[in-house]
T-cell receptor
């Protein structure tokens, strides 16, 4: 699986959009970008994933650059409950074997 | 719908004692995983299973054993606990196919080894 690079920490004002970057310059054509988050000491929660096109769901939007070497997770209106560690993971779809989490980005939403 | 349930939620062991963590999922998922998370660190994969009766090693398998005798259950065993195994343990499951990388996690089991 391709390696990802994320900033260790970020701050965002409550109500503003939170833009979390992820670099994955060695991504292969059949690898998807997945985002998870972990709030405090709970189990990680799936947010969104995508291959080439931008994706949006009720939680967030995922913007993938045309060359697919980087992506951005967007939380459109950050709330205090969005304070969490966010993990960007690149994986081939349809596989159920080893799934690695890095250290992610610790997002703090500031009142 | 309970999702992924882990028992126990908390446990304190003495060095050398043994114990088993139980993970149960009611989503008919094929794949199951055990992770550990140490303070300030990301999750590290201990063992995983791609189906009933099968298990495989992850990044940090030493000191742990697992079994998947039933599709819905994935057991993590510590035969002789060590202080280095003090951690929070998370179980996860996922379906086959396009959902294979959408993991559903349990709430975690906090283990302290004295």
């Amino acid at each position: 699986d391709a390696k990802t690079t994320q900033p260790p920490s970020m701050d965002c004002a409550e109500g503003r959009a939170a833009n979390l970057p992820c670099n994955h310059s060695t991504i292969s054509g059949n690898e998807y970008v997945y985002w998870y988050r972990q709030i405090h000491s709970q189990g990680p929660q799936y947010i969104i994933h995508g291959l080439k096109n931008n994706e949006t769901n009720e939680m967030a939007s995922l913007i993938i650059t045309e060359d697919r070497k980087s992506s951005t997770l967007i939380l459109p209106h950050a709330t205090l409950r969005d304070t969490a560690v966010y993990y960007c993971i690149v994986r081939v779809a349809l596989t159920g074997n080893q799934f690695y989490f890095g250290t992610g980005t610790s997002l703090t939403v500031i009142p | 719908n309970a999702g992924v349930t882990q028992t126990p939620k908390f446990r304190v062991l003495k060095t050398g004692q043994s114990m088993t963590l139980l993970c149960a999922q009611d989503m008919n998922h094929e794949y199951m995983y055990w992770y550990r998370q140490d303070p300030g660190m990301g999750l590290r994969l201990i063992h995983y299973s791609v189906g009933e009766g099968t298990t495989a090693k992850g990044e940090v398998p030493d000191g742990y054993n697992v079994s998947r005798l039933k599709k819905q259950n994935f057991l993590l065993g510590l035969e002789s606990a060590a202080p280095s195994q003090t951690s929070v343990y998370f179980c996860a499951s996922s379906s086959r196919g396009s959902g294979a990388n959408v993991l559903t996690f349990g709430a975690g089991s906090r283990l302290t080894v004295l």
